[in-house]
């Protein structure tokens, strides 16, 4: 069906007063789903030994929450468009907040995972809703410092997590990551409701084939790659095996993507956004962040508490240099992100994220001296701030307004992919690496009966390389999306800028 604006004269312009406050209240709930996607990190150890779960096992307790936060974004982001993205949002906060107190009050992992598929539905409704309501309430010249706070608020908040996760694990127990939620989302469901503006909405028909169809391929293809080390890369039950998963699974998405194509009244994907050259490419260089951020917390958190013996608040510790320098400098890169060409900008910011990850791993060994540690972290944080905002103004800056639920559930939806692929791949590597360094305990050294903390001595030297070669496989997909930065077409707002400046040299 057609597009029909429920508002008669179709508007789609901001409301007369400052979108600020309503994107602050937005920002409250963004910040607290994304600490929820490393803050578990830091708490996995004491989940471990609490709950008897082995490696694989509570290496879902994040692989699910992904899983769940990334399928339906697709399609949350038309909910958007279709029922208002500040009623969406609502609801979203609502499940996800009821959620994470049953991820707290659980007692076995297969519980704990459940409540995080819950958590994660709930994530997706409210992500999408924050940019689509930056890219309908800012004029186009104003959205680059607004993107720039959504922007530092995700780059933050993935440090944040592990910090307060230690802080709650060492005090509380583990059971605190979660039920921190409930004031914290209580409090947003009240902001939000009394400062999010409702917006025009349009009628839309779903694409539920494309849901589908989108769901099971991505279903198929991380259970295949997270779980193919637990079953040694063979059979699972009867003919199914774990290649047999992941070649469906890539059958299925290229399904999708055909179907997609072949759709011409409401695809889930609208295929004409790829058309824009930025949108493709700061989409393909955000999952290579996401990929990143999720996976190179594990190997660290394992390392600073298995063979520096830290408690999970010190090694939470670790991350403060990240969070000072890529909070300090999110503003100035807010700034320089609507003056400068992203390719620099955001390559830069690349550049220094896939260095950093080598240079951690190289000095990951028994006895290193913590501030070793700090600096190649001090550089994460630089990285951090000139990679979040510089993608997201650039992926979001020519969207029409018609698809903004359409473009964010697109944008984030990339984002969590390379989150979730993150998590499985890391699993994958870690028990593969340790089976190396480790033979004689048979990778076993992350056994739920040994845990993580109680590591012994003589296995310390094993288990650093294994951490520090495991990063390297986040910082080889960095380069991925360093290229994609490097590709950026010019902004057109800055060859505008150009023109006008070359008609003035002229004249």
């Not at 008669?8 to 979108?19: L, Y």
């Not at 910090?163 to 509380?172: A, C, I, M």
């Not at 939470?316 to 060409?341: E, I, N, Q, W």
Request: hydrophobic share 55%.
């Amino acid at each position: 069906m057609a597009e029909q604006a429920v508002n008669p004269t179709g508007a789609q312009a901001p409301p007369e007063r400052s979108p600020w406050p309503a994107l602050w209240a937005l920002v409250l709930g963004f910040f607290m789903i994304l600490v929820d996607t490393t803050i578990v990190s830091v708490a996995t150890p004491a989940i471990m030994a609490d709950l008897g779960a082995d490696v694989d096992g509570v290496v879902w307790v994040t692989s699910a929450y992904l899983l769940a936060y990334a399928v339906p974004l697709l399609v949350t982001g038309r909910l958007g468009d279709r029922f208002g993205p500040r009623n969406v949002y609502l609801i979203g906060l609502a499940i996800f907040t009821l959620a994470s107190l049953w991820c707290g009050l659980t007692g076995s992992i297969g519980s704990l995972v459940a409540a995080r598929v819950v958590q994660g539905l709930g994530a997706a409704l409210m992500t999408p809703q924050t940019m689509a309501v930056i890219t309908r309430t800012f004029p186009a010249n104003a959205r680059g410092q607004a993107m720039s706070l959504w922007g530092a608020t995700a780059g933050v908040a993935t440090l944040v997590g592990p910090l307060l996760g230690g802080v709650l694990v060492d005090g509380f127990g583990w059971e605190w990551i979660f039920f921190i939620n409930v004031p914290v989302g209580v409090l947003g469901l009240v902001l939000a409701a009394r400062l999010v503006p409702d917006l025009p909405t349009t009628v839309r028909r779903f694409d539920w084939l494309g849901v589908a169809l989108s769901g099971v391929g991505m279903f198929l293809l991380v259970f295949g790659i997270q779980e193919g080390q637990s079953y040694d890369w063979g059979t699972i039950a009867g003919p199914i095996s774990v290649w047999s998963l992941i070649v469906a699974g890539i059958v299925v998405l290229a399904l999708f993507v055909f179907w997609q194509a072949r759709n011409k009244a409401e695809p889930l994907v609208p295929l004409g956004l790829f058309g824009d050259r930025n949108f493709s490419l700061a989409a393909l260089a955000i999952a290579t962040v996401g990929f990143a951020v999720t996976s190179m917390s594990f190997p660290l958190i394992f390392f600073a508490q298995g063979v520096l013996g830290l408690s999970p608040t010190q090694s939470a510790l670790l991350f403060v240099p990240m969070a000072v320098v890529s909070g300090g400098l999110s503003p100035f890169v807010g700034k320089l992100a609507d003056r400068a060409h992203p390719r620099w900008v955001a390559g830069f910011g690349l550049l220094c994220f896939a260095v950093s990850l080598v240079w951690l791993g190289a000095v990951m060994s028994p006895g290193v001296p913590v501030w070793q540690l700090l600096l190649p972290l001090a550089l994460l944080g630089v990285a951090n701030g000139f990679v979040w905002a510089p993608l997201s103004t650039t992926a979001t800056r020519n969207l029409p307004l018609a698809s903004a639920g359409a473009g964010a559930g697109i944008y984030n939806t990339t984002r969590q992919i390379g989150a979730v692929l993150g998590s499985a791949g890391i699993a994958v590597l870690i028990q593969a690496r340790l089976a190396a360094t480790l033979p004689a305990a048979g990778g076993g050294a992350g056994s739920a009966e040994t845990g993580v903390a109680q590591l012994p001595p003589m296995l310390h030297e094993g288990f650093s390389t294994a951490m520090g070669q495991s990063l390297i496989l986040p910082a080889v997909v960095l380069l991925v999306g360093l290229v994609a930065a490097l590709a950026f077409a010019t902004p057109r707002h800055l060859a505008a800028k150009r023109e006008r400046e070359d008609v003035r040299s002229a004249a």
